[in-house]
C-alpha cells in the first residue's frame, strides 16, 4: 500500500507570495492532519480534517488554511507568506481520528 | 488541555546498553499515547502506541513503552541500542474524553548511542 505522498516537496517563495501544498493520504484513510515542523518551535499543529470537514484547528493565523477533498486529497494554503513561515510542513492520515498517523515525507518551505 | 513532556533533550547511550526516553502526559481524561521516530530528513515514522489494556505495549523495531497512570508517563525503552536507533523521537497523547481533541506532541529528545 502506498504511504503518504506530499508535493511539492521543496518549495522557495517571496515574502507576501501564497502558497499551496498538496497531501494524498493512504487509501483507505479519511483523516488528515498537517503540522508545522521548526527547529525553534518543534511540531506545531496546524489542522485535521475527517471526511472533508475540519475538525480540529491550532493556534495559526487566519494566514494558514487547508481543505480535504471528498476522495480525501488535502491541500494547505498559506498567503501573504512571511520569513517565519519557512518550515517542514508534515502532512499525516489515519483511518480515523483516535488510529496512529502516519505521516508523509513534508514540504520543505523556504521563504525569502 | 492536554500537554507532553520530554524533559531530555537529548540520550546518549553505547550500543548495547538498555536505553529509555522519557515521557510524561497531561489529560483530563484517559489517553491515547503514541511514540514516533524521525530521521533526518524524513518525516515521522510510527513506533507504538498504548490506547487500552496491557501496560507494557511493543512495538517496532525492538522498541517496548510502559504506560503508568500513577505517573502519568510513558516512557520509550529498548534492551539493547543499535546505532542505526539515533534518531529524534517524539511522544504524543490525545485525549479521548474529548472527540474534537488533537494530537499533542512533545518538544522530541534526540537519541545519540555510540559504538
Known amino acids: 500500500k502506498a504511504g503518504v505522498t506530499q508535493t511539492p516537496r521543496y518549495l522557495i517563495k517571496t515574502r507576501g507570495q501564497q502558497v499551496t501544498l498538496s497531501c494524498s493520504p493512504i487509501s483507505g484513510h479519511r483523516s488528515v492532519s498537517w503540522y508545522q515542523q521548526t527547529p525553534g518551535q518543534g511540531l506545531q499543529f496546524l489542522f485535521e480534517?475527517?471526511?472533508?470537514?475540519?475538525?480540529n484547528k491550532g493556534n495559526f493565523p487566519g494566514r494558514f488554511s487547508g481543505r480535504q477533498f471528498s476522495n480525501s486529497r488535502s491541500e494547505m494554503n498559506v498567503s501573504t507568506l512571511e520569513l517565519g513561515d519557512s518550515a517542514l510542513y508534515l502532512c499525516?492520515?489515519?483511518?480515523?481520528?483516535?488510529?496512529?498517523?502516519?505521516f508523509g515525507p513534508g514540504t520543505r518551505l523556504t521563504v525569502t | 488541555a492536554q500537554s507532553v513532556a520530554q524533559p531530555e533533550d537529548q540520550v546518549n547511550v553505547a550500543e548495547g546498553n538498555p536505553l529509555t526516553v522519557k515521557c510524561t502526559y497531561s489529560?483530563?481524561?484517559?489517553?491515547?499515547l503514541f511514540w514516533y521516530v524521525q530521521y533526518p530528513n524524513r518525516g515521522l515514522q510510527f513506533l507504538l502506541k498504548y490506547i487500552t489494556g496491557d501496560n507494557l505495549v511493543k512495538g517496532s523495531y525492538g522498541f517496548e513503552a510502559e504506560f503508568n497512570k500513577s505517573q502519568t508517563s510513558f516512557h520509550l525503552k529498548k534492551p539493547s541500542a543499535l546505532v542505526s536507533d539515533s534518531a529524534l523521537y517524539f511522544c504524543?497523547?490525545?485525549?479521548?474524553?474529548?472527540?474534537?481533541?488533537?494530537?499533542?506532541f512533545g518538544t522530541g529528545t534526540r537519541l545519540q548511542v555510540t559504538l
Open positions: 480534517y475527517f471526511s472533508e470537514t475540519q475538525r
Open positions: 499525516a492520515s489515519s483511518l480515523q481520528e483516535i488510529h496512529e498517523q502516519y
Open positions: 504524543a497523547v490525545r485525549d479521548i474524553a474529548g472527540t474534537a481533541s488533537k494530537l499533542t
Open positions: 489529560v483530563s481524561g484517559n489517553p491515547y
